[in-house]
């Protein structure tokens, strides 16, 4: 089976511009869930999808949002870009058909924003 | 809430040499836990997982027990290789479904 992938895999943008990222998961896996990952913080939970519903949400401003498609795709969106927002943004997906716990994660989106 | 801590990096050793990478955690129910290892320029790969407590997990020559007593999931290697640089991070997942991490650890293998 196909792996994580994430597009794009760079952009560069200027603060306050929005953004958009897209995840598709592993071909039957129906839970995305996306990280936020920077030297500073580390990797921190932004939030999980299934079935188009997001079903849990990390500490993050309103400024995050997230999607997810009918075919279990999953978009992410930052609005009014802040510097903080550079940062690695990681996409898992997961066997949501099982007990199976363990998510696999894409190559990540690198943002930078300027 | 739930916390992952790792033991502060970065770690250099020569290759062949014995490796150990400290994980504890605190949580509140019994969570599976996890090693991944993130290469560089990359996401992050699944290195091994133990669900509960006594399981040991391995893979590549590395292994990690989860030690319910000790709170610990130690990640160890007999003899590392160059190969193995990069930054290792464990985690731990329940009931809400998010992983937890830890801060992580860089390694570097010196040939």
């Known amino acids: 089976k196909a792996g994580v992938t994430q597009t794009p895999r760079y952009l560069i943008k200027t603060r306050g511009q929005q953004v958009t990222l897209s995840c598709s998961p592993i071909?039957?896996?129906?839970?995305v869930s996306w990280y936020q990952q920077t030297p500073g913080q580390g990797l921190q939970f932004l939030f999980e999808?299934?079935?188009?519903?997001?079903?849990n949400k990390g500490n993050f401003p309103g400024r995050f949002s997230g999607r997810q498609f009918s075919n279990s795709r999953s978009e992410m969106n930052v609005s009014t870009l802040e510097l903080g927002d550079s940062a690695l943004y990681l996409c898992?997906?997961?066997?949501?058909?099982?007990?199976?716990?363990?998510?696999?994660f894409g190559p990540g989106t690198r943002l930078l924003v300027l | 809430g739930d916390s992952v801590t790792q033991m502060e990096g970065p770690v250099t050793l020569s290759e062949e040499a014995f490796l150990t990478i400290n994980c504890t955690y605190t949580?509140?129910?019994?969570?599976?836990l996890f090693w991944y290892v993130q290469y560089p320029g990359e996401g992050l790969q699944l290195l091994l997982k133990?669900?509960?407590?006594?399981d040991k997990g391995s893979n590549k020559g590395f292994e990690a027990t989860y030690r319910k007593e000790t709170t610990s999931f130690h990640l160890e290697k007999g003899s590392v290789q160059v190969s193995d640089s990069a930054v290792y991070f464990c985690?731990?997942?329940?009931?809400?479904?998010?992983?937890?991490f830890g801060q992580g650890t860089r390694l570097t293998i010196n040939p």
């Open positions: 898992a997906s997961r066997d949501s058909g099982t007990s199976e716990e363990t998510q696999y």
């Open positions: 071909s039957g896996h129906r839970s």
């Open positions: 999808y299934f079935s188009e519903t997001q079903r």
């Open positions: 949580a509140t129910g019994y969570p599976s």
């Open positions: 133990a669900t509960k407590a006594d």
């Open positions: 985690a731990l997942i329940q009931g809400a479904q998010k992983l937890v």
